[in-house]
T-cell receptor, first 110, second 115 residues
Framework: QKEVEQDPGPLSVPEGAIVSLNCTYS??????FMWYRQYSRKGPELLMY????GNKEDGRFTAQVDKSSKYISLFIRDSQPSDSATYLC??????????FGTGTLLAVQP | DVKVTQSSRYLVKRTGEKVFLECVQD?????MFWYRQDPGLGLRLIYF???????EKGDIPEGYSVSREKKERFSLILESASTNQTSMYLC??????????????FGPGTRLLVL
């Protein structure tokens, strides 16, 4: 069983839609939960992170963690074509490195 | 702004060649990482370094070695390139915090094709 599972997509939505991206993880020792965004032909960049269960909001983005069910979500409100990218979840804190999900490819259609 | 640069965006090498991938960061970060990224497999850690001349194996170190002689530079070496090492290689760096999970800043990647 992989430590982090993420639906690879692709996920195609119309502009303005609410997007939900999800990951599950198996190691209850994870303490940090990060989301990276990767545009085509670029390296990943940190989008959001949280250290605890609950929600964290940053503009149109909300990161949600449910440690009891080992479930991580990223919500994007009012999605824009510029949000089209691969989104990678990355929990960490169980060992001395991050564990990246495989990434979900999102396409927002104008 | 943190900048992580990688020596090449695209490389084509032949089987058996020795390949050097260079990574330089300009933010005085202690930690540096090398990943490879493959479709369906995501990012996999090859090696990381938390100080000059220090290195630790990641999840898939076989067929690779690394060198960190200066704080800003971390090199990945493919001793004898093989076709299964065709991949996107990403370098990252981070500062030292409570753990190695401090934000990692990535370079643009090197797309390596081994023929």
């Amino acid at each position: 069983q992989k430590e982090v599972e993420q639906d690879p997509g692709p996920l195609s939505v119309p502009e303005g839609a609410i997007v939900s991206l999800n990951c599950t993880y198996s190691n209850s020792a994870f303490q940090y939960f990060m989301w990276y965004r990767q545009y085509s032909r670029k390296g990943p960049e940190l989008l959001m992170y949280t250290y605890s269960s609950g929600n964290k909001e940053d503009g149109r983005f909300t990161a949600q963690v449910d440690k009891s069910s080992k479930y991580i979500s990223l919500f994007i409100r009012d999605s824009q074509p510029s949000d089209s990218a691969t989104y990678l979840c990355a929990p960490g804190g169980a060992t001395n490195k991050l564990i990246f999900g495989t990434g979900t490819l999102l396409a927002v259609q104008p | 702004d943190v900048k992580v640069t990688q020596s090449s965006r695209y490389l084509v090498k032949r089987t058996g060649e020795k390949v050097f991938l260079e990574c330089v960061q300009d933010m005085d970060h202690e930690n540096m990482f090398w990943y490879r990224q493959d479709p369906g497999l995501g990012l996999r850690l090859i090696y990381f370094s938390y100080d000059v001349k220090m290195k630790e194996k990641g999840d898939i170190p076989e067929g690779y070695s690394v060198s960190r002689e200066k704080k800003e530079r971390f090199s990945l070496i493919l001793e004898s390139a093989s076709t299964n090492q065709t991949s996107m290689y990403l370098c990252a760096s981070s500062t030292r915090g409570r753990a190695l999970q401090e934000t990692q800043y990535f370079g643009p990647g090197t797309r390596l094709l081994v023929l």
